[in-house]
Antibody
Framework: EVQLVESGGGLVQPGGSLRLSCAASGLTFNSYEMNWVRQAPGKGLEWVSYISRSGGTIYYADSVKGRFTISRDNAKNSLYLQMNSLRAEDTAVYYC???????????WGQGTLVTVSS | DIQMTQSPSSLSASVGDRVTITCQASQDISNFLNWYQQKPGRAPKLLISDASNLETGVPSRFSGSGSGTDFTFTISSLQPEDLATYYCQQYDNVPFTFGPGTKVDIK
């Protein structure tokens, strides 16, 4: 069974940093492209970032470009999101999601909550 | 960026009713359109890919159609467990974008 488990969320002050992790199991991790998708409280879904199987191709939403960095370690079956210069509007549940076709979010983790507040 | 719109934003229907949600893209996305179901407090789940391809294990009462800019999602006979918010999403272009969602309630 495919399983994605996010961790690393929490409360952080504006301007602070946080690193999210997503541990994958039950799949050949390096066969899948990966993404981060977020959902602000009571709001809809927003794609954040994409990374290819090898890590050689990366995309970001304009809202996080220059502040967030996506990476992966295929040897550890793990995906990461380094979030710097956090703002109140970054408050959301962050999901990792894997895809078979680029941009198609075929399977999801349970999410981790990031709260940016003083 | 490709903008996705959905209608209605919410609906209330009875068990057994046929429910239809529409999704429109701001430009031609061919069939690069997915539908997701998100139950309260849960992660989204992919139901339909490529506009009309039902994912494995998804009940056949769910279906999708359309191409280009106009798409439709249908629940042929609404069940109590279908209480959820449904999102369309395009993956033709980066940034990948979602519709605002349609909340489905059971009368």
């Amino acid at each position: 069974e495919v399983q994605l488990v996010e961790s690393g969320g929490g409360l952080v002050q504006p301007g602070g940093s946080l690193r999210l992790s997503c541990a994958a199991s039950g799949l050949t991790f390096n066969s899948y492209e990966m993404n981060w998708v977020r959902q602000a409280p009571g709001k809809g879904l927003e794609w954040v970032s994409y990374i290819s199987r090898s890590g050689g191709t990366i995309y970001y939403a304009d809202s996080v470009k220059g502040r967030f960095t996506i990476s992966r370690d295929n040897a550890k079956n793990s995906l990461y999101l380094q979030m710097n210069s956090l703002r109140a509007e970054d408050t959301a549940v962050y999901y990792c999601a894997g895809d078979v076709d680029t941009g198609s979010f075929d399977f999801w983790g349970q999410g981790t909550l990031v709260t940016v507040s003083s | 960026d490709i903008q996705m719109t959905q209608s209605p934003s919410s609906l209330s229907a009875s068990v057994g009713d046929r429910v239809t949600i529409t999704c429109q893209a701001s430009q031609d996305i061919s069939n690069f359109l997915n539908w997701y179901q998100q139950k309260p407090g849960r992660a989204p789940k992919l139901l339909i890919s490529d506009a009309s391809n039902l994912e494995t294990g998804v009940p056949s009462r769910f279906s999708g159609s359309g191409s280009g800019t106009d798409f439709t999602f249908t629940i042929s006979s609404l069940q109590p467990e279908d209480l959820a918010t449904y999102y369309c999403q395009q993956y033709d272009n980066v940034p990948f974008t979602f519709g605002p969602g349609t909340k489905v309630d059971i009368k």
